[in-house]
């Protein structure tokens, strides 16, 4: 299973590679940056891949909740809570709907995904004394990028802002 998903990940990066090359070549310089985030992301790749993600999915999400909301910087507290809030909501419908996300999460995900890179970068990185907030919306960040990377995988041919 692992050497399946090894080379259905290397086939995506060949891929890339060539049209990327393609589209230097054309003197064209088209934003990847999606799709590199996407090819290197949180993800399991190949035939398995979706029962895989999942099953991790459910396994995080499970070590997610019982944690209690830490404490955090109090001009970020109603961002972060309603963040939260958010996400647990489309997480929560993707198990409930066996690893099938409600259509309109498609932007949901992706603004909270924006917003949690951006806490994590700019309030609750290092050095700070919200080491626990960090560690909490690192997990969250690693859950939500699976479901993403699951539930919308990024195509060449649909390049979606994000």
């Not at 003197?27 to 590199?36: D, F, G, T």
């Not at 972060?80 to 996300?101: K, W």
Request: charged letters at 30%; hydrophobic letters at 40%; glycine letters at 6%.
């Amino acid at each position: 299973m692992l050497e399946l998903s090894r080379n259905a990940w290397l086939a995506e990066i060949d891929a890339f590679a060539d049209r990327r090359r393609l589209e230097k070549r054309k003197h064209r310089r088209s934003p990847m940056a999606l799709e590199v985030r996407y090819l290197h992301g949180w993800r399991w790749p190949g035939p398995e891949g979706h029962r895989v993600m999942v099953r991790e999915i459910g396994v995080l999400w499970a070590q997610h909740v019982p944690v209690p909301f830490p404490d955090v910087p109090s001009s970020e507290r109603d961002d972060l809570v309603e963040l939260n809030a958010a996400l647990a909501d489309c997480v929560s419908a993707y198990l409930r709907n066996n690893g099938t996300a409600g259509s309109g999460h498609k932007a949901t995900l992706l603004r909270c995904l924006r917003k949690l890179r951006r806490h994590l970068e700019r309030h609750l990185g290092y050095p700070s004394p919200f080491h626990d907030a960090y560690d909490y919306h690192r997990r969250l960040l690693k859950v939500t990028e699976l479901l993403v990377n699951d539930a919308f995988p990024f195509t060449a041919d649909t390049q979606d802002k994000g």
